[in-house]
């Protein structure tokens, strides 16, 4: 008997297409099935409009997650980063791979790095995070908002209307752009968005319509348990923080070694809404056990609300006097 093919829900983006292949070599791997690759064409590829005006780069997971609910295929992936923190009916988040490098990396003229950019440089980025912590460098960069996919941000560089741009480094590396980064940016001065670097690997669960056992089995072999706490306890602080995907928060979870065995570190940041452009970015950061990963995020997050409304008091206070 031979096996039936496993059909993995794909979006056309190079991007996308690229981390679907990454898996699908995987579960080839692992089962030694066929794995066809199934176009799933999104509004948010083919309308131009502003992604908030559609309900944000969910847009782009729902059409995803819909071939897989209405059974057309098995298996979705998508970036981690991109996939909202409230639980999908009938869908389980099956796998999250090992992740690539976490961190942003900057695209500019030139090779500059950052500490070589004249103040007045313009630097563009979609993501109220980078914005905020651009600023925050205290560099005197002016940002401007830019939209569209990696290759059309990094256009923008290489037709001289801006200065650089920062995109993340996993996407650039996986669509073998590394070359055009100038420099990878340490997590002390920018902290990636939660889950930025890993996929999300989804499936059926029992009440969406189980999928067969063997793609089950290889689906938790892919998973890797490290990335899985870090990622965890990242979303944890968005979740907690009650931010969307393109909400102002940077949050980076790093297993380190302490006197007991590995632990996890995380690192957040996170700027009010109305204060992005002046860079009023709050940090904080916790160690605990790899197990608690989630506790530890939302412990985290309700820390740096109460920063951030400590602070909102004490300029309301020194408005008043
Ligand atoms: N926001 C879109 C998006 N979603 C995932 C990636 C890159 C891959 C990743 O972070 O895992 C990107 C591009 C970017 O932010 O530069």
Redesign the pocket.
Known sequence: MTARPIRLGTRRSA?ARTQSGLIADRLRELTGREVELVNVTTEGDTNRAPLTSMGG?GVFVSAVRGALTDGTVDVVVH????LPTTPEPGIRLAAVPRRADPRDALVSAGGKKLVELPAGAVIGTGSPRRHAQLKALGLGFDVVDIRGN?ETRMGYVTSGRLDAVV??M??LERLGKQADITEKIDPINMLPAPG???LAVETRDESGGAVDDELVRALAEIDDADTRSATTAERAVLAETGAGCSAPLGALAEIVEDEDGPALSLRAALCPEESIDDGDVVRLSVQGGVADADRLGRELAIELLDRLSIGEKTNDQEREA
């Open positions: 991007l780069a970036s981690l980063k991109d990696v995109l993340a996993a996407g930025q670097g890993a």
